[in-house]
């Protein structure tokens, strides 16, 4: 069945990075946007960016530009989101998923906690 | 950038209620929006994409309406597993902005 399961959880040091991958089943991955979304605690849904499976362009969100890297390897049908110089404000719950273009977001992750404290 | 505003934050109704949220962008976006559910602690759920058009499996009390700036998300009748916070988001260009989510809870 189609499913995006991702990497476990992570725990960083403030200044530290971290790197989430996304492995997609039951579909072409390069047929579909790749987006990350992210959820502080108690908080909305945040759009960081999204990656073009089959080129590798991406498009990432002003707020993220230069701390965030999102990056694929078709041949293991995975994304993956880089995310550097972490502060605790980044502690959130990131989720990827697939957008057909023009439908949304339709498929999502289970989502990945990554906790920043020192 | 394009904001979106959505209307009320939070809402409480009776189960059998016919429930309104408002998404408002600070631009035109055409029909470009979409609707997701979330449930507590649960992974984001898309129920409406192209601004009216239902996800399959999603049941047929929930609908949305509207073009441009102004958008409804309407559930015909509220029933208890209707119980979440709901998001609209934009997706005409980057950056596909979240709502910030109306939490609706059951009277």
């Known amino acids: 069945q189609v499913q995006l399961v991702q990497s476990g959880a992570e725990v960083k040091k403030p200044g530290a990075s971290v790197k989430v991958s996304c492995k997609a089943s039951?579909?072409?991955?390069?047929?579909?946007?790749m987006h990350w979304v992210r959820q502080a605690p108690g908080q909305g849904l945040e759009w960081m960016g999204w990656i073009n499976p089959n080129t590798g362009v991406t498009n990432y969100a002003q707020k993220f530009q230069g701390r965030v890297t999102m990056t694929r390897d078709t041949s293991i049908y995975t994304v993956y989101m880089e995310l550097s110089s972490l502060g605790s404000d980044d502690t959130a719950v990131y989720y990827c998923?697939?957008?057909?273009?023009?439908?949304?977001?339709?498929?999502w992750g289970q989502g990945t906690t990554v906790t920043v404290s020192s | 950038d394009i904001q979106m505003t959505q209307s009320p934050s939070s809402l409480s109704a009776s189960v059998g209620d016919r429930v309104t949220v408002t998404c408002r962008a600070s631009q035109g976006i055409s029909n470009y929006l979409a609707w997701y559910q979330q449930k507590p602690g649960k992974v984001p759920k898309l129920l409406i994409y192209a601004a009216s058009t239902l996800q399959s499996g999603v049941p047929s009390r929930f609908s949305g309406s509207g073009s441009g700036t102004d958008f409804t998300l309407t559930i015909s009748s509220l029933q208890p597993e209707d119980v979440a916070t709901y998001y609209c988001q934009k997706y005409n260009g980057a950056p596909y902005t979240f709502g910030q989510g109306t939490k609706l809870e059951i009277k």
């Open positions: 039951g579909f072409t991955l390069t047929d579909y946007y």
């Open positions: 998923a697939r957008e057909k273009p023009g439908d949304g977001l339709g498929v």
